[in-house]
């Protein structure tokens, strides 16, 4: 039962059982309580009427009568109102949406309502809204983020660079500025991308860099390297890495005028220690580094 209906026939005094644990349960469960004590505490006052009237005859014409019935409705009236301003701020709260960050150099895990997993790398969130999240499994990723599915209702991830649906299944998905990829660890994902639907199976993924598909790959492994405290690539293009370093350490690195878009990485780094991982990413392409403070620049040889 939906929580207006509960609240409504709590009103009337008509929950059964089930229907008061379930009310119970409700976040503002505490504040409705406190509400209904705060009302019975207003009564109508005893009003004499043939008292009142000898009152009225014996005061002058000039005097204003207060009448008590005017103390009660004004207390009746702020009863409505705290019971209003109760009520509101209860509805308006559940229809916030439920937010996860990641922030730079670091991962969060989270469970999603239906049990689906989730987990969020280096500078990344999600949002969803958790009321009718039942019936409506829809997510908004910034970033990158791993996903075991439940089975269940069509579960779809939204970016600014295209939309991936599924049933149930085990994928990655990077949103970042210029970079776009899917990556199916099991099962089957269907990406939209500017308006183009291609259906990815498990053990394979896909690459967009500056809306321009780098095409379908294999893959072998079973789950995001970055799960493992290591950033891996296959022929991603070079400004790709240099910003996923940056995010893992929290660090600036000036660009290098003599790598262009055109310049593809394969390889990998680690998360554990910022020396190694510049030479893992320079060292191939006969670079060199120097780190000052937590700006870093890079020199070709």
């Not at 891996?232 to 240099?242: C, D, K, T």
Request: include cysteine; hydrophobic fraction near 40%; aromatic fraction near 10%.
């Amino acid at each position: 039962m939906k929580k207006e209906d509960l609240i409504v026939k709590w009103l009337d005094n008509n929950l059964n059982e089930e229907e008061l644990r379930a009310f119970k349960e409700l976040d503002a469960y505490s504040a409705f309580m406190k509400l209904d004590q705060a009302a019975q505490q207003f009564k109508a006052p005893d009003f004499d009427l043939d008292a009142n009237l000898a009152k009225l005859k014996d005061q002058k014409p000039s005097a204003k009568p207060v009448f008590a019935w005017k103390q009660y409705v004004a207390g009746v009236a702020a009863a409505l109102v705290l019971f209003l301003g109760v009520y509101l701020s209860f509805f308006n709260t559940t229809d916030t949406d439920t937010t996860f960050l990641a922030q730079n150099g670091e991962t969060k895990e989270f469970i999603l309502p239906d049990r689906s997993e989730v987990v969020l790398n280096a500078g990344s969130n999600i949002s969803y809204e958790s009321e009718d999240w039942g019936q409506n499994r829809n997510l908004n990723l910034e970033g990158e983020a791993y996903f075991k599915v439940a089975k269940g209702s069509k579960f779809t991830v939204h970016t600014d660079q295209g939309t991936v649906s599924v049933l149930g299944t085990q994928f990655k998905v990077k949103a970042r500025e210029h970079f776009f990829e899917v990556v199916c660890y099991e099962g089957m994902v269907q990406v939209e991308h500017h308006g183009k639907m291609t259906k990815l199976p498990g053990g394979s993924s896909i690459k967009m860099f500056e809306n321009n598909r780098l095409g379908k790959t294999l893959v072998t492994d079973t789950e995001p390297s970055w799960l493992h405290r290591k950033s891996s690539f296959i022929s991603v293009p070079y400004q790709e890495v240099i910003d996923e370093l940056q995010r893992q350490y929290n660090i600036a690195i000036a660009p290098l005028d003599s790598v262009t878009n055109d310049t593809l990485f394969t390889g990998s780094f680690t998360h554990e220690n910022l020396e190694t991982a510049l030479e893992a990413i320079t060292i191939p392409l006969n670079l060199s580094y120097k780190i000052e403070g937590n700006n870093v620049v890079l020199k070709s040889n």
